[in-house]
């Protein structure tokens, strides 16, 4: 439910032709490869691991549509052992502030750090945790994506969770000027067991992830902070800061998300991963559903031919793809059997990926 306040405008952007959205700035998501380390990481919110310091942080985060750099600097590092997905994240932050205390209660109405996480990256049963500088969490285990109309479990809990937040300078002192706060988190595997995949730690394999950092204008009333308001005292709309940006101001387009690839390869060694072209096939059938959508809400019925949907050919790796539509009683399937793999790869109606 809450979510929904935060992200009620789906942009969509150009909707009945997908030739705007392979332009020369489409977004192609983020990657990282994340290591396995032997060593017990300690989790007390500071980088002194001895695995942490041999691993690269990530690129910058950038702002959600990938258009603006944010005001403050964030990164990331992961890491991972046969127990837990360790995250790392360091925000730059002059003001470190939070007065939120109760779990689960609605974190991103402070400065918030979030994981996004997609096991078996279909879009569906999906995971968020979000968290403050007084280490304040609300874990949420998600049905669907919103544009679906989905349920959201707001009493799932990551059970096992380590967590920890170090302030570099003073939290919620408005006289001083801070450096910023470090998260640290250790996320045990078997939370994720209400999603289906083979096995609880994907090992040379990848899931989908994204992170987001929430970070509002303030105002100091009464030396105390506050989110900031206009003039119709309504509050100034929040930054939203990713690691992988959507596009679009919604996090909840799981298929836009990043690739977090576990390594088999210990800290220290190298190893290399490429986004799979069937991937790049599932980008273009979700440009597709997203188009449908636009169309059943100007129609009150789905197209039942891809020129309905997109005058342009689609073209992955120099391979002209030929998707179809399957119009059904109770809505559609959109289909590519991919040259690459020869699976067929569907997208449903309500937005589900399946791999066949």
């Known amino acids: 439910m809450y979510l929904k306040l935060k992200f009620s405008t789906l942009l969509l952007g150009c909707f009945s032709i997908i030739s ?49 750099k944010p005001t403050y600097k964030t990164q990331i590092k992961m890491l991972w052992d046969e127990t837990y997905f ?16 109760e779990h689960d209660a609605i974190v991103f109405y402070n400065n918030d750090f979030e994981v996004f996480i ?24 998600i049905s669907k994506p919103y544009r679906e109309g989905n349920v959201v479990l707001n009493d799932w809990n990551v059970t096992g969770l380590k967590s920890a937040v170090k302030v570099n300078g003073t939290l919620n002192n408005s006289k001083d000027i801070d450096k910023g706060w470090v998260i640290e988190l250790a996320i045990p595997w078997a939370a994720y067991k209400t999603s289906y995949f083979e096995k609880n730690v994907p090992i040379d394999k990848f899931w989908r992830v994204n992170f987001s950092r929430v970070n509002w204008n303030f105002e100091i009333i ?64 979700y440009k597709l559903h997203r188009a449908q959508k636009v169309y059943f809400e100007k129609h009150q019925s789905y197209a039942k031919s891809i020129d309905s949907l997109t005058t342009v050919s689609i073209i992955v790796d120099h391979k002209t793809l030929k998707p179809l539509i399957e119009n059904h009683s109770t809505g559609y399937n959109l289909t590519i059997i991919s040259p690459f793999s020869n699976k067929t790869l569907i997208v449903k109606e309500d937005g589900k990926f399946i791999s066949k």
Not at 240 to 266: C, L, R
């Open 222 to 285: 009464d030396g105390k902070y506050e989110r900031k308001k206009d003039a119709e005292d309504n509050f100034l709309p929040e930054n939203n800061w990713v690691w992988s940006p959507t596009g679009v101001i919604n996090m909840h387009e799981p298929e836009k998300w990043g690739y977090v690839y576990f390594s088999s390869k210990k800290v220290g060694e190298k190893d290399s991963f490429n986004i799979p072209q069937d991937e790049k096939i599932k980008w273009e059938l």
């Open 20 to 68: 705007c959205a392979q332009s020369k700035n489409e977004i192609i998501p983020e990657s990282y490869i994340a290591y396995k380390t032997s060593e017990e990481i300690k989790i007390d919110g500071d980088e002194t691991d001895v695995s942490w310091s041999k691993v690269a942080w990530s690129d910058s985060f950038i702002d959600i549509e990938g258009v603006k």
């Open 86 to 101: 360790y995250v790392l994240a360091k925000l730059e932050e002059p003001h470190v502030w939070g007065d939120i205390k």
């Open 118 to 141: 997609d096991p078996d990256g279909d879009t569906h049963n999906y995971y968020e945790l979000e968290m403050n500088a007084l280490n304040t969490t609300w874990d949420l285990f």
